[in-house]
């Protein structure tokens, strides 16, 4: 069993336990423990209330949804993972910050996409996208249903130099489900980019283009093919928006590994559109 937990943040929302079920999956997959974590998101300034009262304060019921979130989340794991080690704690300060500082030292962390109501759909929403482009660990963004399994992992491949980590992790999720692997490398060059050069790609150009980018992705992907000898392997290169591309390979993955910068403080043009169309679980993978 693995020392290091998946981390699973929660609200209550339905959304929220999605996410809470695929890292009880997850922890069940690699021999790890489970902890679930909530941050009530109190407002600046704002503290609970002193002494008895007959009533609660709004921080009161935030605390209490927070408890809320805390039982239904393990309750949901416990059904899918009965024998799985859980874990839950309340977390404290900026929802965004405390929930990505949790996932400091685990083996993945795993948010939902969105919250419960039109305000909280914010701050969580607020909270996948930052966690995702700032944890120190991978961040799983579980999207929608999650159906049969495909059997397949999908990795973007943007520079062809490749991000180890990314790889890694994609591999050691595709052997892990005995699933096959496929490394998309999407390429585009914006209109306005053509127009201000004066150019036009002509078919012969983009086949050439696509040619040489085969042949680096294929040498790539060789000492993983030789590390992960019973992973499938494929691979595709593709003339279009890597977001949109990588969007569309969702629907037919298990899983989309995405490589990020540690540094990174933004959301990103691709990691930003594949988070918000995906059709299944994202993963952000920071470089090592």
Known sequence: MSAKPIVAASDGSEESLRAVDWAAREAVLRGAPLRIVSAPGLLPRMVGSQGHSEYETVSDVIRDESDYALTAATARAAKVAPDLLIDADHLSGAPAEAVTEAGSGALMLVVGSRGVGAFAALVLGSVSRYAATHASSPVVVVREEIGAAHRQVGVGIGGLEGNT????????????????????????????????????????????????????????????????????????????????????????????????????????????????????????????
């Not at 983009?206 to 000492?223: F, M, N, Y």
């Not at 993955?253 to 299944?280: E, F, Q, S, Y």
């Open 165 to 288: 980590a990314a790889l890694t992790f994609a591999f050691e999720e595709a052997a892990l489900r005995k699933a096959s692997l496929v490394a998309i490398h999407a390429w585009h060059t914006p209109q306005s980019d053509i127009s201000r050069a004066g150019i036009a790609l002509t078919a012969p150009d983009r086949s050439a283009v696509e040619t040489e980018a085969t042949r680096q992705l294929d040498g790539l992907l060789g000492e993983w093919r030789e590390k992960y000898p019973d992973v499938p392997v494929s691979h595709d290169v593709v003339h279009g928006h890597p977001g949109r591309i990588l969007s569309g390979v969702s629907a037919r993955a298990d899983l989309v590994v995405l490589g990020r910068h540690p540094a990174h403080h933004g959301p990103g043009a691709v990691i930003h559109a594949v988070l918000n169309h995906a059709h299944g679980p994202i993963v952000t993978v920071p470089s090592s």
